[in-house]
């Protein structure tokens, strides 16, 4: 695969995960049913505000030309997210409809991660 192709996947799928982030977090802030899905998973109300914010601060950081690991974590953060959140909708006894959401952007966002990780490769060996 080129750098140009290599960039275009990692822009499409890392926005993709970045807007899905930030419209979670804004659901999570003002949407009463979002409130009442996370008392059905038995959530406090207050991690409910937490990973809002996490989620807001992740997106930020994933788009944001920041260096260093900070990207490292918020690739780990959302997908420590996405498996929490399909664990917590099948204990829950929901339906699979609910459980396929996180392990789509699961998927998405290692394909975000592995194309980030992939330029980082591809730039350092050209620089040498």
Same mark, same amino acid.
């Given at each position: ?15 993709? #995960?970045?807007?899905?982030?930030? $419209?979670? *977090? ?5 949407? !009463?049913?979002?409130? &009442? ?42 997908? #420590?997210?996405?498996?929490?959140? $399909?664990? *917590? ?5 929901? !339906?699979?409809?609910? &459980? ?29």
């Amino acid at each position: 695969m080129n750098t140009k192709t290599i960039k275009i996947i990692y822009w499409i799928s890392t926005s993709l #995960i970045s807007l899905m982030m930030i $419209f979670s *977090a804004y659901s999570y802030f003002t949407n !009463p049913e979002v409130k &009442q899905g996370f008392q059905h998973l038995g959530f406090s109300d207050y991690f409910r505000i937490e990973l809002g914010i996490a989620k807001l601060l992740g997106a930020i950081i994933l788009i944001a030309p920041i260096k260093g690991q900070i990207k490292e974590w918020a690739y780990a953060g959302f997908a #420590i997210t996405f498996i929490s959140a $399909f664990i *917590a909708h099948a204990a829950s006894g929901d !339906p699979v409809s609910n &459980q396929i959401g996180p392990i789509v952007f699961l998927l998405v966002l290692a394909l975000s991660y592995f194309t980030y990780r992939k330029s980082k490769t591809v730039v350092s060996v050209n620089q040498i």
